[in-house]
């Protein structure tokens, strides 16, 4: 320890050396010594070092002076708190100081301090008494008028520390308020910027009280008609309190707008420009406030758009393009007379066109209206003259674009050709843009030709905006757009970020249109691009190159035959090859070039590959070199797959012995990328160039399958077992050598309980092909045996594989896919089936499994109707066996898909017999009305649904639920005539409320998540099946909400114009009642039964699915109003609710910060509450899964930027940090899920 004094006091009379660079060194030493975490001083020390470094601070040379600030830093953490608040008296008593270098000097220590100073609860005491001092002696500074400089100081550091502390200084914040407000008036403008900064600061953490107090003086000095300076200073300052103090300006509002209207009318442009961006700091904070002026702000936003008094518009509408020399001409001589400098009315333009930018970005839901009165007049705009200003206007424009986007449902950019049969009704709003496409378009072409580089890239990005919006639309439009990028291609004076935007706005072009219409203009596009591909900037090379891919689509589009089109491609072939080979030979150029010249290349074979001739066998010896590097490998594998499927039929001889054995090794690899894209690659080799491969070749592919086959991961087993499939078809010798090992992993599958949908597909088609190759030693009766074996001895051996029910439908349907392609063998094998149903003796696993196969091999028809089958199958259904039973009703709905007229009477006829075995029953009509297609079913359509209603009013809510979705999916079958049957039901079942709850739940199975022709019927009589949500019966209500729930989530565009009469029944059915609420006696103990649980349970359901599909439709501060109320209730709502609050905190961040002190409490509560001593193991770990998920919420709450303003959040959030178990549920969150919203997608919305 003396050690360290020693050194430090050595360094401190170095200090006091009359030479500078002693000093200078000294000090140097010293901060290193106090940057170290292990330093430690005594009270003698820290006194002597803070003495010794506030008397540097005066010193005479400025690098030291500059040095003894930066030691504060480190200091401040390291000495008591009396140290520190000596350094901040005598650095507050020196700013007061006449000398100005030692002003700035002492106010930059302080800065320094200020920033220093700890935010933690163990330090707050120290930060606090600092806090008061430096306030108490800033607001004396403030208050000295006679000295600007010291006022703009202390203003600066007030600003420094509100921004930092401001909840340190509560006690100080009225004082504060009191010295800001005089400095409003002062007649220095920097004194007057500097007051509205720190009140800015001051805003977000003051009580309401001031905030009102604060407000109130702004209008009241405003309502006096002050002189137009202050005028200003006070809108300033209004636009900067509700900027940073938020919704909290939305009860002022009503006062607010009108005095702001009012100002707009002064003929003063600096005053105009702060109205709009006080307007447009009141749109973002209080978007739902501010519904009642929109209108008015519009109105003016939209007059002052065009405010330019000092310059005439009018004769440039009629001159086309071709004069535009002649106009530049003349704004140079017009120069001399007036001088744009004085000339502020851009200000005002720009402010009200980012005005109108703020309504667009907040208000979604008057989208309609924009189209109609915004748009038109942003189109106006396009000519504006100030560069800045059209850089806004474009800016909103794109805004108002992508609004349009975020409606449409679509994403992605969808090439023109994309009629996938069903064609979706279009938007509103996307319609209204497709017509005002000519008018953007001819507004922009000009501009594409402008010098402002600014103006250029503005009007690609809208224009790669709208192809993203409406693609397809701006097809007529190409030969217009051409000469625009051809220019910022070629232009010597283009910078090379023009360029990129050029290339990529014209990627997005070939992307987003039909190659038609790029054709005719190849001559003069291709130039340009070859001319960028051969640029020595990386990033211009690689756009370049992704843009020649796509012109190579455009020469000759896939499927085209030379002689079909009437576009030849031969003139630019030659162009486009020698640069790409160029690129593509170097290796001393950045991966990203590399990477997409390969591509390009590769594009170039299956495209034009014949007309490259001599130069093709080079081409693919460099793709092979790249195949063998590292980091060109994946990219090379890719572009291999591409060549080999090309229509050329190109050839790849010379490359395929040495390609496969480098593949054969990629399946080694643990790249999981690489490892699909080689299997990819090899089944695309085998199936169009199986004849030139030879066996041998193949070796080094067929060593590495057999370990590929592996349920650890499904979807390289599927890919491989693709390629065993190609395998067998094109070369079955080869695939002879691996049955053996491969076939043991294949069946492992088999009997998974994982394999399912494309795993299961391949599997079946694998089968098939093996048996018919014919080749294999391995014929069907091998095979049979092989699958169906485990089912017979699994009880007899001791270490027998347990038996998945998956397993059994997965075999069941191998063995029909194997009778299918050998049909002389199916009858022996039905016989054999039928045999081992009947033996009582055989295991229940192969009596479940040959009923399942008599059902899978009935549903290709193959069984007719035989009487001794339905026999069978009659008897299992009878059986005790449960297994047996469910297995039967399997089989007989599979039969009966396979023949409908003889089954289908008989399973009806028994359905009504039976009502013991009516479930089962059920379940075998589900299944034929599911994979019946619709015309064979049509004619027993009317016997099917006079059965269903009969029991739908059943007392088991099992079979109920049953016969809805039967009811459901026979709707689907004839939607026309159905669906108004259904709602006749719905009249007619007053009676019973079972029949109801039934009917509303065959409605949920007629929304289906994919586009269906019932849509259009069902969006017109949903509503009339949403009133049963004021139902007498809670069931009936419980299922109406579930059937919206499952609308909500499958087809959002059914309910969404319903939700304004929905919405208060949803709500409602939110709260908690206490009529449902009852006591049950159980033994000696009280327990309480909330009947009303399921109901509220469905109806936060409904709201959380409302989140993701119809946010634009709810009111979301109403909507946070039941999420609060939720936040108190079962714990089942709870985690509900928790799970909303952080979507609506990603979603909705500014009403969330509007509730934010009502929500925190109920947060706080959970993640505070303890379990009591005695509590059973379930209890305990309810509640800690609770306070996981509250504090999913409360992470999501804390990444809302500016939300530890709220003192209550930031309280809380210190609360959270100095628990230890609360900080370690909240770091365990925070590493865990990204935000916390893992759980919300795993919730079942069905």
Known sequence: MSNVSYHISNLLEKMTSTDKDFRFMATNDLMLELQKDSIKLDEDSERKVVTMLLKLLEDKNGEVQNLAVKCLAPLVSKVKEPQVETMVDTLCSNMMSDKEQLRDISSMGLKTVIAELPLSSSGLTLTISVCKKITSQLIGAIGKQEDVSVQLEALDILSDMLGRLSGALVSFHSSLLSSLLPQLTSARMAVRKRS???????????????????????????????????????????????????????????????????????????????????????????????????????????????????????????????????????????????????????????????????????????????????????????????????????????????????????????????????????????????????????????????????????????????????????????????????????????????????????????????????????????????????????????????????????????GQTATAGEFDPKPFVREVFSVTMKRLKATDIDQEVKERAISCMGHMVCHLGDHLAAELQGVLAIFLERLKNEITRLTAVRTITLIAASPLKINLSSILPEALSVLGSFLRKNQRALKLGTLACLTTLVTHHGASIKPAALEPVLSELPGLVDENDMHVSQVSVTLLTCMAKACPTSLAKICSSVLPGVFRLVHSPLLQGGALAAILDFLQALVLSKTTNLGYSQLLKSLTDPFHNSQSSAESIVIHRQSHHSVARCVAALSSVCPKETPGTVSSLIQEVKNPSSP???????????????????????????????????????????????????????????????????????????????????????????????????????????????????TRNLVAECLGKLTLVNAAQLLPKLKQQLKAGTT????????????????????????????????????????????????????????????????????????????????????????????????????????????????????????????????????????????????????????????????????????????????????????????????????????????????????????TMADFANQIRTNADMASIYQSVQGGEGGGLGPAESMDVS
């Open 196 to 558: 509205i900064l720190a009140l800015g600061h001051l805003v977000p953490c003051c009580s309401p009280a001031l905030f009102s107090q604060l407000t109130e003086h702004l209008l009241t000095e405003l309502a006096k008609g002050p002189p137009t300076s202050m005028m200003r200073t006070y809108i300033q300052c209004l636009a900067t309190v509700s900027r940073q103090g938020g919704h909290r300006v939305g009860e002022h509002l009503e006062k607010l707008i009108p005095m702001v209207v009012k100002f707009t009318g002064v003929e003063d442009d600096e005053l105009r420009e702060y109205c709009f961006q006080a307007f447009e700091a009141f749109i973002r904070r209080c978007p739902k406030e501010m519904s009642p002026h929109v209108a008015t702000v519009t109105k003016l936003c939209l007059k002052f758009m065009t405010f330019d008094p000092n310059y005439n518009y009018d004769n440039e509408e009629e001159e086309e393009e071709d004069s535009m020399d002649i106009e530049d001409g003349l704004d140079e001589e017009s120069g001399d007379e007036y001088s744009d400098d004085d000339d502020m009315s851009w200000k005002v333009r720009r402010s009200s066109i980012k005005c109108l930018e703020a309504l667009i970005n907040t208000r979604r839901d008057l989208l309609l209206s924009f189209y109609s009165s915004i748009c038109p007049a942003l189109l106006a705009r396009f000519k504006e003259r100030e560069e800045n200003v059209r850089a806004d206007v474009f800016a909103a424009f794109s805004m108002l674009l992508r609004q349009t986007r975020v409606g449409s449902g679509h994403h992605g950019l969808i090439t023109a050709c994309s009629d996938s049969g069903v064609t979706r009704e279009e938007e509103p709003a996307v319609a209204m843009l497709k017509s005002q496409v000519p008018a953007i378009v001819k507004a922009l072409h000009r501009q594409l030709k402008e010098k402002s580089i600014k103006s250029r890239q503005g009007c690609f990005c809208l224009l790669t905006e709208l192809a993203h919006t409406v693609p397809g639309a701006l097809e007529q439009h190409i030969p217009a757009l051409i000469p625009g990028i051809v220019f910022s291609l070629t232009d010597k004076s283009t910078s090379s970020t023009m360029r990129i935007d050029a290339l990529s706005f014209f990627h997005v072009l070939l992307l987003s249109h039909p190659p038609q219409a790029f054709q005719p203009h190849m001559q003069v596009l291709l130039p340009p691009v070859v001319a960028c591909v051969e640029d020595t900037f990386y990033k211009i090379a690689s756009e370049a190159l992704l843009v020649t891919q796509q012109l190579v689509r455009v020469m000759r589009p896939q």
């Open 844 to 958: 229940e696993s192969a009596r479940v499994l040959a009923l399942l196969c008599l059902g899978e091999v009935g549903r290709s028809g193959s069984l007719g109707g035989s009487k001794e089958v339905q026999g069978v199958i009659l008897e299992a259904i009878s059986s005790t066996n449960e297994e047996v039973k469910t297995a039967a009703s399997c089989a007989l709905g599979s039969m009966a898909v396979g023949s409908l007229n003889d089954y289908l009477p008989f399973m009806l006829k028994e359905i009504s017999s039976q009502p013991r075995r009516q479930y089962l029953l059920l379940h075998s009509l589900k299944e034929v009305i599911s994979a019946c297609p619709a015309p064979s079913l049509s004619p027993h359509v009317d016997s099917i649904w006079t059965l269903l209603f009969q029991n739908c009013e059943c007392q088991e809510e099992g």
């Open 992 to 1207: 019973f409320s079972s029949a109801r709850s039934t009917v509303v739940t065959a409605i949920k199975f007629t929304i289906v998540d994919h586009p269906a022709p019932i849509d259009s019927l069902l969006k017109d009589c949903i509503g009339d099946f949403l009133k049963t949500l004021q139902d007498d019966d809670i069931n009936v209500r419980r299922v109406a909400l579930v059937m919206f729930n499952s609308a909500a989530h499958n087809k959002p565009s059914l309910i969404r114009g319903l939700l304004a009469s929905v919405l208060p029944h949803l709500y409602k059915e939110t709260q908690i009642r206490k009529d449902l609420i009852r006591e049950v006696e159980m033994g000696p103990f009280k327990h309480t039964v909330d009947d009303g649980l399921d109901v509220r349970k469905a109806a936060f359901e409904c709201m959380y699915t409302l989140l993701d599909s119809c946010l634009e439709g709810l009111d979301v501060l109403h909507f946070l109003d039941h999420v609060e109320e939720g936040l108190k209730d079962h714990y089942d709502i709870r985690m509900l609710t928790f799970l909303m609050l952080a979507r609506l905190a990603s979603l909705c961040p500014a009403a969330v910060l509007q509730r934010l002190d009502r929500l925190i409490e109920p947060l706080k509560a959970t993640c505070t509450t303890k379990v009591k001593a005695g509590s059973v193991k379930q209890e305990f770990e309810k509640q800690e899964e609770l306070r996981r998920s509250a504090m999913r919420a409360v992470a999501a709450l804390l990444a809302v930027p500016e939300v530890e303003r709220s003192p």
